[in-house]
């Protein structure tokens, strides 16, 4: 999947996850993790050819047991 750096107050360019960016350039990202992170990241734009991408699903986390005590704070 292809990433493009589009931070124009930050350095022109800057590495992630083994890969170099220069603003505005698309790069081929290949790690999943790199993926995954650089796919919430407001300075990274995913790049497709004629399709939209789709955000990742995020998972919830339920914890089980009593919930905490409300506490008065006055």
Do not use: H, Q, W
């Not at 698309?26 to 993790?33: A, I």
């Not at 986390?61 to 005590?69: H, N, Q, S």
């Amino acid at each position: 999947m292809k990433f493009k750096y589009i931070d124009f107050e930050g350095p022109e360019t800057t590495e992630c996850y083994g890969v170099k960016f220069v603003r505005g350039i698309p790069s081929e990202v290949s790690d999943p993790v790199g993926i995954k992170k650089l796919t919430r990241n407001p300075y990274f734009e995913a790049v497709t050819e004629g399709a939209e991408v789709e955000a990742p699903k995020v998972e919830t986390v339920v914890k089980r047991g009593r919930p905490a005590k409300a506490r008065y704070v006055g």
